[in-house]
């Protein structure tokens, strides 16, 4: 079984910062990817940040040059560093990991339960 538990979300005003961290425990052999994803209220789940095994990165259009995706691989922790938060990025935060339990599987995705993030204007 495998967990993701998420903390740092919080109300902030507009112009401020959070830090959202995620770690992932359980039976893990490998993580190939590890990400967020965004979801207002009436819109779909979008894409914030991913980074890979290999530290490749990548962001939404709506979040570059303000929001840095890291990882730290001995921990399975992946964090989302948020500054110059806008009322627009208010949303239940979702981190993800797309991950290999064992050699012999294919990876699989997990969620965790959302923490909600507001910014106030």
């Known amino acids: 079984q495998v967990q993701l538990v998420e903390s740092g979300g919080g109300l902030v005003q507009a112009g401020g910062s959070l830090r959202l961290s995620c770690a992932a425990s359980g039976s893990i052999f490998g993580i190939k990817s590890m990400g967020w994803y965004r979801q207002a209220p009436g819109k779909q789940r979008e894409l914030v940040a991913v980074i890979t095994s290999g530290r490749s990165r990548n962001y939404a259009d709506s979040v570059k040059d303000r929001f840095t995706i890291s990882r730290d691989n001995t921990n399975n922790t992946v964090y989302l560093q948020m500054n110059s938060l806008k009322p627009e990025d208010t949303a239940v935060y979702y981190c993800?990991?797309?991950?290999?339990?064992?050699?012999?599987?294919?990876?699989?995705?997990?969620w965790g339960q959302g923490t909600q993030v507001t910014v106030s204007s």
């Open positions: 993800n990991a797309d991950l290999f339990q064992s050699y012999f599987r294919g990876s699989q995705e997990y």
